[in-house]
């Protein structure tokens, strides 16, 4: 499991908590809402300091390579995460069983 760099904070007003990505020499602060932690890493509503941090900690790695996505594509000083940077684009989906009925067609009409 990956640690942060820096140790994360979580925010005075408890709605995220704060940390530091190095990028080549410069280091951006990144904030994960806790908004978007409870329906994506499980986080139960007014969960406790010790949880959030622990809740953060397990999903360190996933955090930071959406936090290091969105900054390739929009490069910036402080960075925050939503509840939408960690939802998965539902047209791919849809192509995917749209593609896979289309190939299961055209393999049965090979076969007859």
Known sequence: MEK????PQILA????????LVRGN????????????EPHFWLEPRARDARIERIFRD??????????????A?????LELTPDDFERPRTARV????FSKRNAALSLALLS
């Open 4 to 7: 942060p760099e820096f140790e």
């Open 13 to 20: 007003n408890r709605q995220g908590v704060s940390f530091w």
């Open 26 to 37: 410069t280091t951006v602060e990144c904030i994960v809402t806790i908004a978007a932690l």
């Open 59 to 72: 999903g360190y790695s996933r955090i930071r390579a959406i936090a290091e996505r969105k900054l390739l």
């Open 74 to 78: 929009h490069p910036c000083a402080r």
């Open 95 to 98: 192509n995917r069983a749209r």
